[in-house]
């Protein structure tokens, strides 16, 4: 049986979360997607979000006590900060927390929902524009006549973007050849096809959600990346695409450059204005295209060692060794003898709820019965909690 949302499984969450968004910039950064798809890399973040956000934990994880850092930790979200006599509350570290995480949270959504309400009428202007029929007409081709997309010129725009709810691709107005812009149009279409936006707002209440965690903007700066080099590799199939990809992608960038100092001249010579993370793209396209094997092998067996990882973070919990005693006056003084004899010290690894799994809980403190329970003390909540007949 699993135990939902306890505070060991939440942090340990935290912590798989965290060591698989630094896993994938491993794997970026060693060139693993020179050989493979972005299939497994993809794997590894999609199962990073399920891992933060599904956080049980098995009632015979392996348990590993922790001296320093968690002890530290639960001791501060234990510890009383100040108290309001009039209305009778206290406020503790943990209360703090989850008082900070709530309003931040609040805040930073109601601000996406400005922002994607103040580009809805910029949507519904763009769709009324005169629309590049000439540009439409080269995208049936590939995708056949069924598929109604709407493609629009804009002067104001420096690069291809396509909208959330209409199917939409909006390029700047800059002369692409033929090839340069079917191999542009089929990038954008890849983000159309694979609804990439609303994948995208998805990350984005994600990191709202969890933005005390400086690692959740890594793994929205990595999903990004991977969503971009997906639908490189949809529109770049070999060495003649990827070609006409680099000169179109050279164009954009220098139009971009012009947009932004119209009153200098730009080095027509160079990759303007080009980031690092275009760089590492078009390295991977080009090393791709290079390789004969696409490793279709290396993509299975890759892939399965992410979800045999996954699978197994749920069979350990990070537990503290020992924390700060709280009052336990209430628990009668031939118990106490015992719990004393440790210094005042809870030792997690002797101590334990039991579900009775009839409205009960029994607590257990050094291995020894305190008691009954209708609910969990506050004082109790960092307790392993088991269920009646587990071993």
Known sequence: ?????????????????????????????????????????????????????????????????????????????????????????????????????????????????????????????????????????????????????????????????????KPYIILPKIDLSDDELRIILLHEWGHIKDKDILTRYIVDIICYIFWWNPLVYLFRKNFSFVGELKNDMYAVSNNKDFDHYLDSLRQLFLYREKMKRPAEDVDTDKFAGINLEDIERMQILALRNRTSTKGTIANVLSSAVIAILFVASYMFLIQPAFWESPDVSNISECFMNEYNEDGGIFRSEENLIVDNEDGTFSLYIGGVFVGYATEIPEHFYFFPIRTRGED
């Open 1 to 165: 049986m699993y135990h939902l949302i306890s505070p060991h499984s939440f942090l340990m969450g935290v912590l798989w979360f965290s060591t698989f968004i630094l896993l994938g910039l491993l794997m970026r950064k060693l060139k693993f997607l020179v050989k493979l798809s972005v299939v497994p890399l993809f794997l590894l973040l999609v199962l990073s979000i399920l891992r933060m956000l599904i956080v049980i934990e098995r009632p015979n994880s392996i348990v590993i006590l922790s001296n320093t850092i968690y002890p530290a930790i639960v001791n501060f979200a234990r510890h009383e900060l100040t108290s309001f006599q009039i209305v009778g509350v206290s406020v503790n570290g943990f209360n703090l927390f989850v008082c900070v995480w709530i309003i931040v949270t609040i805040a930073l959504v109601a601000r996406h929902v400005v922002r994607f309400n103040r580009a809805r009428p910029v949507v519904r202007w763009i769709g009324k524009l005169p629309r590049d029929k000439y540009a439409e007409s080269i995208l049936k081709e590939i995708i056949g006549a069924d598929k109604n997309v709407h493609i629009f010129r804009v002067s104001s725009v420096a690069m291809p973007f396509t909208t959330a709810f």
